[in-house]
Nanobody
Framework: QVQLEESGGESVQAGGSLRLSCAGS????????MGWFRQAPGKEREFVAA????????YYADSVKGRFTISRDNAKNTVYLQMNSLKPEDTAVYYC??????????????????WGQGTQVTVSS
């Protein structure tokens, strides 16, 4: 059984930084995308970033490009989201997601089969 467990969410001031982690268990991820999505109250869950587990190509939403960095540690089966220059509009529950097979495009949340429980990020002005 595949499980994804996020951690690292907390409350920070605008301009601050956080690093989210997503530890995967139950399978070795290979040749799939892993992504981060977020959902603010009253809004749809939206794409934030994705990384190809094999090769490491990265993809970002325009709203976070230049501020957020996604990375992975193959040995630890873990994906990270480094978030810098945080803004109040980044406030949301952040979810980690993984595919079971590689699909395109990585920003489509319907392509992901496994989801974590989410971690709350709150950015105050």
């Amino acid at each position: 059984q595949v499980q994804l467990e996020e951690s690292g969410g907390e409350s920070v001031q605008a301009g601050g930084s956080l690093r989210l982690s997503c530890a995967g268990s139950g399978r070795t991820f290979s040749n799939v995308f892993m992504g981060w999505f977020r959902q603010a109250p009253g809004k749809e869950r939206e794409f934030v970033a994705a990384i190809a587990w094999t090769g490491g190509n990265t993809y970002y939403a325009d709203s976070v490009k230049g501020r957020f960095t996604i990375s992975r540690d193959n040995a630890k089966n873990t994906v990270y989201l480094q978030m810098n220059s945080l803004k109040p509009e980044d406030t949301a529950v952040y979810y980690c997601a993984a595919e079971s097979i590689r699909r395109w495009p990585p920003l489509d949340r319907g392509n992901y089969d496994y989801w974590g429980q989410g971690t709350q990020v709150t950015v105050s002005s």
